[in-house]
């Protein structure tokens, strides 16, 4: 069975970092892109980050120059850093993988996510 | 990059059939062929639906369909039934930077 476990998440200040992660079971791990999206709460989704199995990073404007992707296939972990954040970061970040054949808006497998919120 | 654009809610009696629209631009829903649909039940993660604009993945009822017509997607869903009743997110490809963009929701209503 595919499972994602997100965690990580939690209170942070503004100009703060946070590390999360996500453990992946149940595939092989090392062969599929994975996606990083996030939910501000109430509202919708936003994408956020993707790498390949090749490690080639892709990120949204909005967090480009401040969030960093990363994967250990041999941990089966992917793992987001996030530096400089803000309180427009405040949201919920699901990791993804990307169905096998398909492109970076195909996410066939989600976490239950981990929630970042940002304030003093 | 701008959100794609969904109608903020939509409704529907049992039986019945709806279509949610998610309209963008030539730059990305008109440009490629990499629309996909999610269904999001109220604190549950998104469930992948649609994908390649018209592609069911395995295990999806095929109630559910999807098309397009030059910047515009959209997802129909026949034969309306209570379990249908979550939020709707269509997203696509735009071959800029940000690699992926998402309507901001459709909320239905199974009346």
């Known amino acids: 069975e595919v499972q994602l476990v997100e965690s990580g998440g939690g209170l942070v200040q503004p100009g703060g970092s946070l590390r999360l992660s996500c453990a992946a079971s149940?595939?092989?791990?090392?062969?599929?892109?994975m996606n990083w999206v996030r939910q501000a709460p109430g509202k919708g989704l936003e994408w956020v980050s993707y790498?390949?199995?090749?490690?080639?990073?892709y990120y949204a404007d909005s967090v480009k120059g401040r969030f960093t992707i990363s994967r250990d296939n041999a941990k089966n972990s992917l793992y987001l850093q996030m530096n400089s954040l803000r309180g427009e970061d405040t949201a919920m970040y699901y990791c993804?993988?990307?169905?096998?054949?398909?492109?970076?808006?195909?996410?066939?497998?989600w976490g239950q996510g981990t929630l970042v919120t940002v304030s003093s | 990059q701008s959100a794609l654009t969904q109608p903020a809610s939509v409704s529907g009696s049992p039986g019945q059939s709806i279509t949610i629209s998610c309209t963008g631009t030539?730059?990305?829903?008109?440009?490629?062929?990499?629309v996909s649909w999610y269904q999001q039940h109220p604190g549950k993660a998104p469930k992948l639906m649609i994908y390649?604009?018209?592609n069911r993945p395995s295990g999806v009822s095929n109630r559910f369909s999807g098309s397009k017509s030059g910047n515009t997607a959209s997802l129909t869903i026949s034969g309306l039934q209570a379990e249908d009743e979550a939020d709707y997110y269509c997203?696509?490809?735009?071959?800029?930077?940000?690699?992926?963009?998402f309507g901001g929701g459709t909320k239905l209503t199974v009346l």
């Open positions: 993804a993988r990307v169905f096998q054949g398909g492109t970076v808006t195909t996410s066939d497998y």
């Open positions: 149940g595939f092989t791990f090392s062969s599929y892109e």
């Open positions: 790498i390949t199995s090749g490690s080639s990073k």
């Open positions: 030539s730059s990305d829903v008109g440009g490629y062929n990499y």
């Open positions: 390649d604009v018209s």
């Open positions: 997203n696509s490809y735009t071959g800029t930077s940000t690699l992926v963009v």
